[in-house]
């Protein structure tokens, strides 16, 4: 059992007052302690950025990696302790500039981690640049003419790179989210989970109120199975309404059971023996 006292940490969030993160943060909290997730059966990781700084505020077992490297860490992680629940927290900037390759290739092998991208359009903690995410035209501290590229839309990006489960949420809606991380945990497989947060000091536009006024729950008859139809809905026009919830959700073998090694029993219940590799230097030689 996981208690909110058993997941408060010495340090106080140093987010700007409104930050999206303050709501993926408590997110979080309430799924983990819903499930029980503490430091004997659960490691967090996340990248460089604003969002980063989650790993200081739940005490749970983390690493920090370097800008780009969240998914890199937590796929290690999950293959030499697959017993493990893994989430990787990564941001906009963090997950598709710096860690784009490390993002299509999770994706393509199927490791069975939790992806949080925490998207607010811009890099934060780097005070206000263009992200990939950023809009076209979009005015940012880099860009005050306005953005001249197009973004990535993250949910058909991962769907086009292999993802198993994809799904967008939003930071204010705590309860909601909450639910979301516990079902893309619970999926067997890569989940990626698009969270929309604003980011209150350098991007006036993206703020609660329209993330309040455009988002939209993906009706009950929507069916996850259906690819064409997870596509259709992830690059949806229709004005400025995004709508939320699982996109797409299938059953295929994760990365860590495609290894015979790790795949009866982890890798850290492997114990180590002394070879002499001497022969094999010499047939490489
Ligand atoms: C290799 C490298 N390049 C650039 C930086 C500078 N840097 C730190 S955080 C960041 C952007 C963070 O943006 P995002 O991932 O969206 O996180 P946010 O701060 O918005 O949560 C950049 C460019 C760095 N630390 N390391
Ligand atoms: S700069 Fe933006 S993302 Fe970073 S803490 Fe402040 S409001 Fe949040």
């Known amino acids: 059992m996981t208690t909110p006292a058993d997941l408060v940490t010495p340090n106080m969030p140093s987010w700007c007052p409104g930050c999206g993160n303050f709501g993926i943060w408590a997110a979080f909290k309430n799924a983990a302690v819903k ?3 503490d430091n004997t059966n659960t490691v967090i990781t996340a990248g460089i950025g604003c969002h980063g700084h989650i790993v200081n505020f739940v005490k749970l077992t983390a690493f920090e990696g370097l800008h780009g490297r969240a998914l890199p860490v937590a796929s290690g992680i ?3 302790n697959h ?3 893994v989430f990787a927290f990564t941001g906009d900037g963090d997950c598709l500039s710096e860690g784009g390759n490390h993002f299509i290739h999770t994706c393509r092998r199927n490791h069975n981690i939790t992806i949080l991208l925490h998207n607010n359009d811009i890099y934060g903690l780097t005070t206000g640049q263009c992200s990939p995410t950023s809009p076209h035209d979009f005015k940012t501290g880099s860009t005050p003419q306005g953005n001249p590229d197009q973004p990535f839309n993250v949910l058909s990006l991962a769907l086009a790179s292999g993802a198993t489960f994809v799904a967008r949420g939003y930071s204010g809606d705590i309860n909601g989210l909450a639910d979301l991380i516990i079902k ?16 209150t000091t350098f991007d006036k536009t993206h703020t609660h109120t329209y993330f309040r006024e455009n988002c939209y729950q993906l009706p009950p008859d929507y069916n996850p199975t259906n690819l064409n139809q997870a596509f259709s809905k992830a690059i949806e026009v229709d004005g400025t309404k995004l709508p939320l919830g699982i996109f797409y959700q299938v059953q295929k073998s994760t990365a860590e059971s495609e290894f015979p090694q790790i795949s009866s029993h982890p890798l850290v219940d492997t114990p180590p023996s002394i070879r002499n590799i001497n022969d094999l230097f010499k047939k490489l030689r």
């Open 35 to 37: 499930q029980g997730w």
């Open 78 to 80: 999950k293959m030499v």
């Open 83 to 85: 017993r493990l629940n």
């Open 184 to 199: 893309a945990n619970d999926h067997q497989g890569v989940s990626v989970v698009e969270i929309l947060q604003p980011c």
